[in-house]
C-alpha cells in the first residue's frame, strides 16, 4: 500500500535540496565559491526520504575573493589549476537552480529548502553568490533551512559529519571527503536516514492535525512566516 501523502505534504509545500559548499575560506562575504553541489530527494512509495539525483559545479572564485591557504588545504581545490572545468557564479548557480526549478515542478513543491551539514554556512554563501551575481529568481528559501549537525545531535548524540554517518551505521571514506559532491551526498543519506527513522512521528502528527483541522481548531497557516511562496513564472 502506498503512503497517502508526498514529499510536498511531508515538509510543508518545502522540496527539501542539500547542497554543500567548497569555499576559500569561512567568510561568504569576502572568500571565494570554489565548488557547489545539490542532491536532489524525493519520497518513494513507501514514505521513505531518499536521494536520486547530484549535480556538482566547479566554481571561478569571483574577482577580488580572498583565497585561504589553510581553507585550499582542506578542500584541496586549486581555483587556477588550467584543467579545472570552472563556471562562473553566475552561470553555476544557473544551471543549478535550473535542476531545482525542474524537481519543484515534478514534485509540486512551491519552494526549496537548503538542506546542510552546519547549513548556515552553506546558505550564507549561496546568498552572497546570489546577491553578487544579481540573480533575481533563487528557488530557495532565503533564511530558513534543515541543518544534519542539529537533526545528528539529536537523533545520534554526534554533530560532526562524518561521526554522524558512522553512528548512522553508513561508511565514511576519508579520502573523499571535502569534496562538494561527496560531503553533499553524504549529507542527503544522513538527512533522509534520520527522516525515515521519524516516520512514525510524523505521521502520528499528521494524523492529529487532520483530526484537529476536520474540528475546526487546526493551526493558523497563513499566520507563519515559514509559509512557502510560489516562485515567479519564468523569465521569457
Not at 557547489?36 to 530527494?41: D, R, S, T, Y
Request: net charge negative; aromatic share 8%; charged share 25%.
Amino acid at each position: 500500500m502506498s503512503t497517502p501523502y508526498q514529499i510536498r505534504d511531508r515538509f510543508r509545500g518545502f522540496l527539501p535540496v542539500v547542497v554543500d559548499c567548497e569555499t576559500g575560506g569561512f567568510n561568504c562575504a569576502t572568500d571565494g565559491l570554489l565548488e557547489i553541489a545539490g542532491v536532489i530527494l524525493s519520497l518513494d512509495p513507501d514514505g521513505n526520504m531518499r536521494r536520486i539525483e547530484t549535480w556538482r559545479f566547479h566554481v571561478q572564485p569571483f574577482p577580488g575573493a580572498r583565497l585561504d591557504p589553510a581553507s585550499l588545504a582542506v578542500n584541496g581545490i586549486d581555483p587556477h589549476h588550467p584543467l579545472r572545468p570552472a563556471l562562473p557564479e553566475r552561470d553555476a548557480l544557473g544551471r543549478l537552480f535550473k535542476e531545482v526549478r525542474n524537481a519543484l515542478k515534478e514534485s509540486n513543491c512551491t519552494r526549496a529548502i537548503l538542506v546542510g551539514h552546519n547549513a548556515a554556512f552553506d546558505l550564507g554563501f549561496l546568498n552572497a553568490a546570489v546577491a553578487r551575481t544579481g540573480i533575481k529568481r533563487n528557488p530557495f528559501h532565503p533564511f530558513s533551512c534543515f541543518d544534519t549537525a542539529t537533526l545528528g545531535g539529536v537523533a545520534l548524540g554526534q554533530t560532526v559529519l562524518s561521526k554522524a554517518v558512522l553512528a548512522s551505521g553508513m561508511t565514511w571514506d576519508k579520502g573523499s571527503a571535502h569534496s562538494a559532491r561527496y560531503d553533499a551526498e553524504q549529507t542527503a543519506d544522513l538527512f533522509c536516514d534520520i527522516c525515515n527513522q521519524f516516520k512514525p512521528i510524523f505521521e502520528s502528527a499528521r494524523r492529529r492535525i487532520a483530526t484537529l483541522v476536520e474540528a475546526g481548531e487546526g493551526p493558523d497557516e497563513a499566520a507563519s512566516e515559514l509559509e512557502p511562496t510560489p516562485l515567479e513564472p519564468e523569465e521569457g
